[in-house]
C-alpha cells in the first residue's frame, strides 16, 4: 500500500514531434481508488508506462510513499500492472500466465505450489475464467484475455495497481459485473489503483479522486463530485456527463444573458457577483446539464426557451430528446413517458442555480462564491 | 455407403460428370508435378550418391552406366584409408562451435539492437551486414597474418573464430527481426510482473523465438558446413573441415570423382539428419511472424 | 533509466568477439596496404610505399572486370532463383504440409557444399566424359567445351548456382506459404476473387518479407561467391568469370602479394558497407511497399 505521487511529468515521443505528456501532476492517496479520465491519445496509457517504470519520463518525478522511484526499475517498484493490449505470455497457458508474477524471484519464498495454484484458481474464479485455466491465449476471445490481463496483474498484492482500461473490451453486462468486483476487491484489500477508462461513467462510478486528462494534460482533478458539479473547463464539463452538457454562446445585458433573441435570462446574485466586470462585448457560455432541463408546455409562463422537438433517442426509463431552435440544438435526458412526440412545439425550463458559466476565450469555468 | 454412391452417380449429369474428371486431372497434374520437383532436389544427389559406387571408368563412360556392381572402394579409400572421416568430424567441430558461440552472444546482442536505445543504432546494423557481405578472401589474409601471431594456425579456434566472421553478423540480422515482431508490452508485463530486464528476457521473450533460433541455428550451420576458403587457409590436415579439404582430391593426373562423390554424400548426411530431426521447428521459425529485413 | 548501462552488458560479448575478428584483421590489412610484398621481388620486404598499392588498384582493368563479372552473375541468378524459388514454393507447400520430410530433401542440394556443386558441374559438362557436356556435344547446341568457352562459362556458374540455391529461396518461401495467415484468403473468397487476383492481391503482399528476406540473403551471399568459380573455371577462361572474391585470391594467395590484397579488402569494405546500406533501405522501402498494397 502506498501513496503516489506524480510531479511536473513531461515525455515526448519520436523526437519531441509528439508530446505525450505536457507537465502532469497528480496525487493518489494510501489505499485510494484513482481514475484517470480521458479520450483515447490523451495520454492516459503513458502516464501508465511512466509510473510502472516501463518508459523512463523526460522529467518530473514519480514518488512512491514519498520515495522518489522515477528512476527505479520496474521490478523493485512493486506495481502490478494490467495492460491494455492485454500482452500475454502466448506460449503459456491461462493458468501458466496467473502463475507468473508469482514466480518471481522477488517472491521466491512467499508462495509455494499449492498457495500458488489456490490463488490463481481462486482468482481466476472471481474473474469467471476458471475454465479456460488450460487455454493459452490464442484461443480466448478478446474479453477473456482482457480478464486474463486483469488477473495477472490482481493475482499479487502490490504496493498498487495500475490497470489501463481494464475492462474495456468486455461486453456490457460483464462490465458491469466486473466495475462492481473491482470496487469491491479494492475496497477489501485497500491497496492503492490508479484506473484508466475512456468512459465518464466507469470513472465517477469507480473513482475516490479523479482526473480528467485531455491532449498529455490534466484538466482537472478532484472527487468525482467536485468534477461532476464544478467542471473547471469545457471540455470537462461535456466529457464527465451522458449526454454531453449542453453549451450555449450568449451575451451579457444588463444583469441578463442574452442568446440571440430567443432567450433573455435574468441572473442569481451570485453569478452577477462573479460577472461582474466582465467586458459585456465577450461573450459567455452557459452550460447547462440535460438532465437538469424540463419540457414545459409552449406557453407556459416559466418557459425559459422556446424549440422544436426533433430526435428521440429512448434508453428505457429514460430518454434523450433533441430540441433545435434557430439553429440550436438542445438535448435533454427525461423520463420516457414525459418524451414529446417528434416535431411537436414545446417549451423548456430550467433554473439558474443549475448552470454553469464559462469564459468564451478561455473556456473556463467563471466561479462563483459557492463552488 | 453403397447406396449413396450409387445415388451420387444417377445423380450426376454428363456436365458434372466432366468437371469432377477435370478435377481429379487436375490433382493428378498436380502431385505429378510435386513429384517432379522433388525428384529434381533428389535425384542430382542421388546420382552424386551413386558415383560414390562405382569405378573410374564407370563415372568416366560417356555412356551413362544405369547397372553396375556396387563397389565400396571409394567410401572405404577416402573415409578409412585416408582417414577423411575425422575431417566430417572436424566440420562438425567447427559448425557446432561456431553456431554455438554465435547463437550465445547473437541472439542478447540481437535483443538489445531490438530493444534499447543504442546510440548509432542502424550505423552499427549496416557495419554489421558489412562483415557479413565481404567475401572471405577479403578477411582470410588478415585473419591469417593475425592467427599466424597469435599461434592459432592449426588449432579449432582458427576456423571458428573465421566462420564467426559471417556467423554472428547473420545470427543478429535475423534474431533482430524475430524480436522486432514481438510487442514490447510483452516484455513491459514480464518486468512488472517481477522481473528484471534479464529475467523477462529468458522467461516471456526466449520462449517465444525458439524455433526461430533453431532455423537461425540450422541455417547457420549450413553455411558453416559449406564454407571453403577459411578451411583451407586457416587449418592444418588435423583440423580441416570436410569441404575444404575436397579439392586435395582433384590431382593433377585426374580427378578422384568416386573418393569427391563419396565423400561429399556422406559428409552431407548429418546436416540432413539435423534438419530432418527439426524440420517442424525450422518451418516454424520460418514462418514465424513476418521474417522482416 | 538506471537501467541504460548495463545496455552494454549485453553488446559487450560480441562487440569483444567483432574486436577480434573484424576489426583487428580490418586494422592488420590497413598498415599492410601501405606497404610492398611481392612473390616475385625479392626487394619488396614490407617497406612503407604510401598509397602506390591503391594507384595500382585504381588503375587495374582487371579490378573494374571482377565488379562487372559479379554484377553479370549476381543479377541473373538472383532473379532466376527468386523466380523458380517461388514457382515451386507455391507448388510444393501443399505437399509439404502432409510430408514435411520435403523440406530436408529440398535443402539437399544446398548441403553438399558449393565445392562438390561445382565439381559436380565440371564432371557433367565435360565434353568427353560429362553427361551433359556430351549431350550439349552431340546436339549441336555447344559445340566447344562448355567450362572453356568465353561465352558459356559464365551462364554455366549460374546453372550450378541456381541448381544449389533454389531450393533455399523455395524452402523459406514455403515456410511462409504456410504461415500465412487464413482470414484474408477466406475474405477474398467471400469477394468473389479469381486465384489470379488471389495470388496478386493476397498471397504476394503476405509473403512479400519472406521474399524479400530470401532474396537479401541470396544477394549478400552472392557477392561472396567464390568456392563454386574456383572448382569450375578458377576465373577463366581469361578473366571472365573472375568474381570480385576470385580476383582477390589471385593476388592475395597467389600472388601473395599481402600489401595491394590489403588495399583492396580496404576498397571493397568501403563498397560493401555503402551497398549494404542502400540495399537494406532500399529492402525496408519493399516490403514496406509489399505490405501497403495488401
Not at chain 3, 160 to 181: C, E, R, S
Request: glycine content about 6%; aromatic content about 10%; proline content about 6%.
Amino acid at each position: 500500500m502506498a501513496k503516489i505521487t506524480i510531479q511536473n511529468l513531461c515525455k515526448q515521443y519520436k523526437n519531441g514531434e509528439v508530446q505525450a505528456l505536457k507537465d502532469i501532476s497528480l496525487e493518489c492517496r494510501d489505499g485510494g481508488f484513482f481514475c484517470l479520465l480521458g479520450p483515447a491519445g490523451a495520454g492516459k496509457t503513458t502516464t501508465i508506462k511512466l509510473l510502472a517504470g516501463i518508459e523512463a519520463a523526460d522529467s518530473g518525478r514519480i514518488l512512491l510513499d514519498d520515495v522518489d522511484i522515477t528512476d527505479q526499475m520496474p521490478m523493485h517498484r512493486d506495481l502490478a500492472v494490467a495492460f491494455e493490449t492485454y500482452a500475454l505470455y502466448p506460449q503459456r497457458t491461462v493458468r501458466q500466465n496467473l502463475a507468473f508474477p508469482l514466480q518471481s524471484p522477488l517472491r521466491k519464498n512467499e508462495w509455494t505450489p499449492e498457495t500458488m495454484e489456490q490463488r490463481v484458481v481462486e482468482i481466476a474464479n472471481l474473474l469467471g475464467i476458471g475454465e479456460l485455466l488450460d487455454r493459452l491465449p490464442r484461443q480466448l476471445s478478446g474479453g477473456q484475455r482482457q480478464r486474463v490481463a486483469l488477473g495477472r496483474a490482481l493475482v499479487r498484492k502490490p504496493k498498487a495497481y495500475l490497470l489501463d482500461e481494464p475492462i474495456a473490451h468486455l461486453d456490457a453486462k460483464l462490465r458491469h459485473r466486473m466495475r462492481g468486483e473491482l470496487k469491491r476487491i479494492q475496497m477489501e484489500l485497500g491497496i492503492t489503483t490508479i484506473y484508466t477508462t475512456p468512459d465518464q461513467l466507469e470513472a465517477l462510478s469507480l473513482a475516490d479522486t479523479m482526473a480528467v486528462i485531455n491532449n498529455g494534460r490534466i484538466e482537472q482533478s478532484g472527487t468525482p463530485a467536485e468534477i461532476y458539479r464544478r467542471p473547471a473547463n469545457v471540455f470537462v464539463a461535456r466529457f464527465v456527463g451522458d449526454p454531453p452538457m449542453n453549451i450555449l454562446t450568449t451575451h451579457l445585458v444588463g444583469d441578463e444573458l442574452a442568446l440571440n433573441s430567443l432567450m433573455r435570462l435574468k441572473l442569481s446574485e451570485p453569478f452577477r457577483r462573479a460577472l461582474s466586470g466582465y467586458p459585456p462585448e465577450k461573450p459567455v457560455l452557459l452550460g447547462i446539464r440535460p438532465k437538469d432541463m424540463r419540457l414545459t408546455p409552449p406557453d407556459a409562463p416559466q418557459a425559459k426557451l422556446h424549440a422544436e422537438s426533433g430526435h428521440i433517442q429512448v434508453l428505457g426509463e429514460t430518454s434523450v430528446v433533441t430540441l433545435s431552435s434557430d439553429g440550436l440544438e438542445i438535448r435533454l435526458k427525461l423520463a420516457t413517458q414525459q418524451a414529446p412526440r417528434r416535431g411537436e412545439r414545446v417549451g423548456v425550463d430550467f433554473s439558474i442555480e443549475d448552470c454553469h458559466l464559462f469564459d468564451a476565450h478561455s473556456q473556463n469555468r467563471i466561479a462563483t462564491e459557492n463552488d | 455407403m453403397n447406396a449413396e454412391t450409387t445415388q451420387e452417380t444417377i445423380v450426376l449429369d454428363a456436365r458434372q460428370r466432366r468437371i469432377l474428371l477435370g478435377r481429379r486431372l487436375m490433382r493428378w497434374l498436380y502431385y505429378l508435378l510435386t513429384a517432379l520437383i522433388v525428384m529434381l532436389f533428389l535425384f542430382p544427389w542421388l546420382w552424386v550418391f551413386s558415383l560414390g559406387f562405382k569405378t573410374r571408368s564407370e563415372i568416366l563412360s560417356p555412356t551413362i552406366v544405369w547397372i553396375w556392381k556396387p563397389t565400396l572402394v571409394n567410401f572405404y579409400e577416402v573415409l578409412i584409408a585416408k582417414g577423411y572421416w575425422r575431417l566430417i568430424i572436424n566440420s562438425l567441430i567447427v559448425a557446432v562451435s561456431t553456431v554455438t558461440l554465435c547463437i550465445v552472444i547473437g541472439v542478447p546482442t540481437a535483443y538489445a539492437f531490438s530493444r534499447f536505445p543504442i546510440p548509432g543504432k542502424e550505423s552499427w546494423f549496416y557495419m554489421i551486414l558489412t562483415f557479413r557481405m565481404a567475401p572471405a578472401v577479403v578477411l582470410a589474409l588478415p585473419l591469417y597474418i593475425l592467427f599466424a601471431r597469435a599461434k592459432l594456425l592449426g588449432t579449432y579456434f582458427a576456423p571458428i573464430l573465421a566462420h564467426c566472421t559471417f556467423t554472428l553478423p547473420f545470427v543478429i540480422w535475423l534474431m533482430r527481426s524475430f524480436f522486432d515482431d514481438i510487442p514490447k508490452e510483452i516484455d513491459a508485463a514480464a518486468m512488472t510482473d517481477g522481473y528484471s530486464r534479464a529475467g523477462a528476457f529468458f522467461h516471456a521473450i526466449l520462449p517465444l523465438v525458439k524455433s526461430g533460433i533453431v532455423a537461425v541455428a540450422l541455417f547457420s550451420i549450413i553455411f558453416s558446413w559449406n564454407e571453403f576458403l577459411y578451411g583451407l587457409i586457416l587449418t592444418s590436415d588435423a583440423t580441416r573441415p570436410v569441404a575444404s579439404q575436397i579439392p586435395s582430391l582433384i590431382r593433377p593426373h585426374g580427378t578422384l570423382w568416386g573418393e569427391v562423390c563419396a565423400l561429399a554424400t556422406t559428409a552431407s548426411l548429418p546436416v540432413a539428419f539435423l534438419i530432418f530431426a527439426l524440420q517442424r521447428q525450422l518451418v516454424r521459425g520460418l514462418s514465424f511472424g513476418a521474417v522482416k529485413g | 533509466m538506471s537501467s541504460k548501462r548495463y545496455i552494454w552488458w549485453w553488446v559487450l560479448p560480441a562487440a569483444l568477439l567483432f574486436l577480434i575478428i573484424i576489426l583487428l584483421p580490418f586494422i592488420t590489412a590497413l598498415t599492410y596496404s601501405f606497404r610492398a610484398f611481392s612473390f616475385t621481388d625479392s626487394t619488396a620486404t614490407g617497406q612503407f610505399i604510401g598509397i602506390e598499392n591503391y594507384r595500382k588498384l585504381v588503375f587495374d582493368q582487371d579490378f573494374y572486370n571482377s565488379f562487372k563479372v559479379t554484377f553479370l552473375y549476381m543479377v541473373p541468378s538472383i532473379l532466376i532463383q527468386g523466380a523458380l524459388g517461388l514457382g515451386i514454393a507455391l507448388l510444393i507447400s501443399r505437399a509439404v504440409q502432409r510430408a514435411r520430410i520435403l523440406i530436408p530433401i529440398m535443402l539437399l542440394p544446398t548441403l553438399l557444399t558449393p565445392v562438390v556443386i561445382g565439381l559436380v558441374g565440371v564432371l557433367t559438362l565435360n565434353p568427353d566424359f560429362g553427361v551433359i557436356g556430351i549431350w550439349l556435344n552431340r546436339s549441336g547446341l555447344i559445340k566447344e567445351a562448355v567450362l572453356g568457352s568465353y561465352k558459356w562459362a559464365l551462364p554455366a556458374i549460374i546453372a550450378v548456382d541456381t541448381y544449389q540455391w533454389t531450393p533455399f529461396v523455395a524452402v523459406i518461401l514455403t515456410a511462409g506459404l504456410l504461415g500465412l495467415p487464413k482470414e484474408p484468403y477466406e475474405a477474398a473468397q467471400v469477394d468473389g476473387a479469381n486465384p489470379v487476383q488471389t495470388f496478386f492481391r493476397v498471397t504476394m503482399p503476405l509473403l512479400w518479407p519472406y521474399f524479400v528476406v530470401a532474396m537479401l540473403i541470396r544477394v549478400i551471399d552472392a557477392f561472396r561467391i567464390f568456392d563454386i568459380i574456383w572448382v569450375m573455371t578458377r576465373g577463366g577462361p581469361g578473366t571472365v568469370t573472375e568474381a570480385v572474391a576470385v580476383y582477390a585470391y589471385r593476388h592475395t594467395f597467389r600472388y601473395w602479394d599481402m600489401g595491394y590484397g590489403s588495399a583492396l579488402i580496404m576498397v571493397l569494405f568501403v563498397f560493401i558497407s555503402i551497398m549494404v546500406e542502400y540495399l537494406y533501405k532500399a529492402l525496408q522501402k519493399w516490403q514496406g511497399a509489399g505490405g501497403s498494397s495488401a
